[in-house]
């Protein structure tokens, strides 16, 4: 008797797990202390956004490498290995190239090592699939983790400063200080915004329009489904 391959994940599922249906910060609430910390405005969320998913391609492709050699007694404290490694690799990296961008970071760029978000995606993920399915899984997990940072940090910018993409020469070089938005001159801005209630404040908001989209979508689901059924009784 023929040997069963196992099935490849698909994509379209991957996709849509990371970014909607799984999502690291909307749904499995994870990784919420940098979220809230560094979201003050866009290039700030966008640059511990681009880390987190650096880490989490190099830890899900590695720890898919290594996926049948490591024992299962020891498998948690290397995967932390891991991720420490990419997480330093990154570090050195902005430290190199994105010095000021990495001052502002500060803590929170070693601090990725502790979000849950990425050694779950090693546990759940990357220890039992292959290394593109895997790359692809943190790529998107990544992109969805970034996003909600960025909406967020958009937000509060916005609010607070009057501003988007203030200090995009952080990120992109002294030319990017155009790409500056400001949306009203001589704005003394809403403190609130700025400071940890306001985080919490956005992310509630951003929370609440995810449930009433995802609720808006299961009732035209479960009208599909009745009409479908009607149709079938009827014929």
């Not at 492709?61 to 690799?89: D, G, W, Y």
């Amino acid at each position: 008797m023929a040997e069963e391959i196992p099935a490849q994940p698909v994509y379209g599922p991957i996709t849509k797990e990371g970014l909607w249906n799984n999502n690291a910060v909307l749904v499995q609430m994870l990784g919420l202390c940098p979220l809230l910390a560094v979201s003050n405005t866009v290039i700030n969320a966008l640059g511990l956004g681009l880390a987190t998913i650096a880490v989490l391609l190099i830890s899900n492709a590695s720890i898919s490498i290594i996926r049948n050699i490591v024992r299962p007694e020891i498998r948690l404290p290397v995967f932390v290995l891991i991720i420490a490694a990419a997480v330093t690799s990154t570090e050195l990296i902005m430290h190199a190239w994105f010095f000021e961008l990495y001052q502002i970071l500060g803590i929170f760029i070693p601090l990725i090592v502790t979000n849950c978000a990425i050694i779950a995606r090693a546990e759940a993920f990357a220890s039992k699939n292959t290394i593109l399915p895997s790359l692809y899984d943190g790529l998107m997990m990544g992109i969805g983790f970034t996003l909600v940072l960025v909406v967020l940090g958009a937000m509060r910018e916005f609010l607070g400063s009057g501003t988007l993409l203030a200090q995009a020469e952080l990120m992109f070089g002294e030319g990017a200080k155009a790409m500056t938005i400001t949306f009203f001159e001589d704005y003394k801005g809403f403190l609130l915004a700025i400071l940890p209630p306001g985080a919490f404040m956005g992310l509630g908001f951003i929370l609440a329009a995810k449930n009433w989209i995802d609720k808006k979508q299961r009732e035209k689901q479960r009208q599909a489904n009745l009409l479908a059924k009607t149709a079938d009784s009827t014929s």
